[in-house]
T-cell receptor, first 113, second 115 residues
Framework: GENVEQHPSTLSVQEGDSAVIKCTYS??????FPWYKQELGKRPQLIID?????GEKKDQRIAVTLNKTAKHFSLHITETQPEDSAVYFC????????????FGQGTILTVHP | GAVVSQHPSWVICKSGTSVKIECRSL??????MFWYRQFPKQSLMLMAT?????????EQGVEKDKFLINHASLTLSTLTVTSAHPEDSSFYIC???????????FGNGTRLTVT
């Protein structure tokens, strides 16, 4: 993964609304697409990931969609709760080697009660 | 499974001294570990890839002589910040993975403050 663009940089929603964060990558050989959540001062934690043989994966309120043709993948959070407030990072690595591991720029999600 | 332990969690040192940070994979063998630096409200920036039994691969702009990395065993990688300066103050975090298509498992991070 060489170039990863993540948008938006900040996202503010009301509790119960949905949130969508998108990452665009450039390495067509990429085949693994995780999303990490990082709370203030803590380590990033994997919340969901998808591999290139599927287009969508869902885990309760969280889902990830992948569009390999357009080279982007998105994180969807439904029925947001205040505890969802954190920084979210997408991640991309080269398809056949570690190469240049790249995190997206991060999205600060704030869920207002 | 796949637990990564990082120590210390925070350290304060004087300018000019060196600080060593340890990263251990507790329940798996990690031939490759990664060291990141994170400034407040910014993303994680890869500093170097630590390879067991060989030299680390540093990212462009990262000084090899300043950030010494040693990966002497399959479960331990160390990052030594030499001759630390206030601008080295940051959050350093290590990670390891079981493979390219596997998640990164992160240590808790080390908050370094150089006075």
């Amino acid at each position: 993964g060489e170039n990863v663009e993540q948008h938006p940089s900040t996202l503010s929603v009301q509790e119960g609304d949905s949130a969508v964060i998108k990452c665009t990558y450039s390495d067509s050989a990429s085949n693994y697409f995780p999303w990490y959540k990082q709370e203030l001062g803590k380590r990033p934690q994997l919340i969901i990931d998808i591999r290139s043989n599927v287009g969508e994966k869902k885990d309760q309120r969280i889902a990830v969609t992948l569009n390999k043709t357009a080279k982007h993948f998105s994180l969807h959070i439904t029925e947001t709760q205040p505890e969802d407030s954190a920084v979210y990072f997408c991640f991309n690595a080269g398809g056949t080697s570690y190469g240049k591991l790249t995190f997206g720029q991060g999205t600060i999600l704030t869920v207002h009660p | 499974g796949a637990v990564v332990s990082q120590h210390p969690s925070w350290v304060i040192c004087k300018s000019g001294t060196s600080v060593k940070i340890e990263c251990r994979s507790l329940d798996f063998q990690a031939t490759t570990m990664f060291w990141y630096r994170q400034f407040p409200k910014q993303s994680l920036m890869l500093m170097a890839t630590s390879n067991e039994g060989s030299k680390a691969t540093y990212e462009q702009g990262v000084e090899k002589d300043k950030f010494l990395i040693n990966h002497a065993s399959l479960t331990l990688s160390t990052l030594t910040v030499t001759s630390a300066h206030p601008e080295d103050s940051s959050f350093y975090i290590c990670s390891a993975s079981l493979g390219l298509r596997s998640p990164l498992h992160f240590g808790n991070g080390t908050r370094l403050t150089v006075t």
